[in-house]
């Protein structure tokens, strides 16, 4: 099992931001990309897929993030990508699952616990609290709900962004937690799965 994954989060409706992820497809050759959330800055559907299409990789998987409108995350079905929202996705012998937005309702967070219970790979938009959650002043702002079911089901990967300026990696008791920070500034980071995780920020 052998897989490279580029992970993307809060895009925020920069076009510009297409050529930085595109050189690091073209010099890194991921097999696929992963977007935490965020891809628009209050922008419908249509400039999400405006965004989406010009990313020169497939499959694109991902969730919607607090800053994409409700019916934004229906531009990966446009593309031909993943809409991981509540749902999984398997390649290459991994099983993807995601929850988009923030702030979790309990209804939300226990229908993540059961699609999820046995995926490898979590992606969310705001990361689970006190892992790469650290905002302005040091508060953490993260999900607690999360917190419960990262313990029950113990996934090798936990993608995240919403909180640019905790862009990290953590590896704790066998999961591997990545935040790339803002593609809007140009923060990417890079992933590979193998005999263990390999992440780090580019």
């Given amino acids: 099992m052998s897989l490279k994954i580029l992970v993307v989060?809060?895009?925020?409706?920069?076009?510009?931001s297409i050529n930085r992820i595109n050189a690091v497809i073209y010099n890194h050759e991921p097999e696929m990309l992963v977007v935490c959330g965020d891809i628009t800055n209050f922008g419908d559907k249509e400039y999400a897929v405006k965004i989406l299409e010009k990313i020169d990789i497939e499959p694109i998987l991902?969730?919607?993030?607090?800053?994409?409108?409700?019916g934004v995350d229906e531009a990966y079905d446009v593309v031909d990508g993943v809409n991981l929202d509540l749902d999984t996705f398997d390649f290459k012998g991994i099983t993807f699952c995601g929850l988009s937005g923030s702030k979790y309702s309990d209804e939300r967070l226990s229908q993540f616990r059961t699609v999820a219970e046995d995926a490898d790979v979590f992606v969310f938009h705001?990361?689970?609290?006190?892992?790469?959650?650290?905002a302005s002043r040091g508060k953490?702002?993260?999900?607690?709900g999360l917190l419960e079911i990262i313990a029950?089901?113990?996934?090798?990967?936990?993608?995240?962004?919403?909180?640019?300026?905790?862009?990290?990696?953590?590896?704790?008791?066998?999961?591997?937690?990545?935040?790339?920070?803002?593609?809007?500034?140009?923060?990417l980071a890079i992933v590979e799965i193998g005999d263990k995780v390999r992440a780090k920020l580019i």
Wanted: net charge negative; with cysteine; hydrophobic share 25%.
């Fill in 62 to 70: 991902g969730v919607a993030g607090n800053c994409d409108p409700v």
């Fill in 152 to 187: 029950e089901t113990n996934p090798m990967l936990v993608l995240s962004g919403h909180v640019h300026e905790s862009r990290g990696v953590i590896e704790e008791e066998g999961t591997v937690y990545v935040n790339p920070g803002p593609a809007y500034e140009d923060n």
């Fill in 9 to 16: 989060s809060d895009i925020h409706g920069s076009i510009k």
């Fill in 140 to 144: 953490h702002i993260g999900e607690r």
């Fill in 126 to 134: 705001s990361p689970p609290y006190g892992y790469l959650d650290e």
